[in-house]
């Protein structure tokens, strides 16, 4: 390792810049961005999200509500129509909560302080550190899983990014390192070095610019940083949906306890310990009186739907009545109105297969 001439994190910030400056061609439709509603959205889509799926996302918010009196002024279901497939819908619902407050309490202007960004709901340090220095050229230091591997990486921390300690270290080396100056830029060289150069798996080591004092690289560990503390563990959970159809409608509900894929719409639910087989489905008590009168009936394959703490295995019996029938909380909705309701990804699946679009 090279001997430095200056202090190793002026080192650091410094080479950042510059290769911010000379290669970094990342290209992204909210980059330069100044509005901090646009800055605002972008950040509450990535939540979560891969850039790759979230772009499309991102482009078709803006498009339909260029400004945020555009959103606030949405019906709930457009919002939730477009956002299906996204997952996390608690980011929608908080997405359109804290759009009506700012027209109801600001008249539309978004927050200028730190404290009153990081005060909506569904905001957080790092989207409100985001907005902050990208809107507003502020010195607040944004910690992404991108800073962490970097950071971890460079100057060999072994502290787990998950733990209470390792978060409040690497908040605290983020926010020594940033260019107080050009806080943005600063920010957006980062997160886009952790995404082009020094990725998860294959990092391109040999072309990075920092490697004569990255500690990883020069100790062979790159593979092994950043450390994490916990590992996530998935819930099993099994779905046995009820589709009742009469001729061009089928019933449904929308979803509203406070559980996965809130807002959404569904079928009739039977949740268990496992998937149901035909005789489970016939013998339960919410299927027994209707299937005396069915014209017919079909069984789906399971279907599968993973999400961040729970793999859910879904299984479809499709009855077909020649009768409406009443359930409280469900409504029968015409197959083309399908269209317009927001619906789990594994349920829009089911739907495909079957030709309900």
Sequence with gaps: MKVLKIPIDEFFTNTLMQWHNRFNNRQMPWKGEKDPYKIWLSEIILQQTRVEQGLAYFEKFISTFPSIHDLAAAPDEKVYKLWEGLGYYSRCANLLITAREIIKTRNGAFPKTFDEVIALKGVGNYTASAIM??????????????????????????????????????????????????????????????????????????????????????????????????????????????????????????????????????????????????????????????VKNFIEINLSPIYKQKLTHQLISVAFLNIVIDEEIQFDEFVWVNKKQVQKLSFPRVIRTFFMDNKYL
């Excluded at 910690?143 to 591997?149: A, H, I, L, M, S």
């Excluded at 460079?154 to 502290?159: D, N, P």
């Excluded at 503390?229 to 159809?245: C, G, L």
């Design 133 to 290: 220095s990208f809107a507003y050229n502020k010195p607040y230091a944004v910690v992404d899983g991108n800073v962490f591997r970097v950071l971890s990486r460079f100057f060999g921390i072994k502290k787990p990014i998950d733990s209470t300690e390792g978060k409040k270290y690497f908040a605290e080396l983020s926010a020594r390192l940033i260019h107080k100056k050009k806080p943005a830029l600063y920010n957006q060289a980062i997160m886009d070095f952790g995404a082009v150069i020094c990725k998860p798996a294959l990092p391109l080591c040999d072309q990075c610019i920092l490697n004569t004092h990255c500690i990883a690289y020069q100790s062979h560990i790159v593979s092994l940083l950043p450390v994490k503390e916990k590992k996530i563990k998935q819930q099993k959970r099994f779905f046995n949906y009820v589709v009742f159809t009469c001729g061009k409608k089928v019933l449904v509900r929308q979803r509203f306890s406070k559980d996965i894929w809130k807002n959404l719409y569904e079928f009739m639910l039977i949740e268990s310990k496992a998937s149901y087989t035909l005789k489970d489905f016939l013998s339960n008590d919410l299927v027994k009186p209707v």
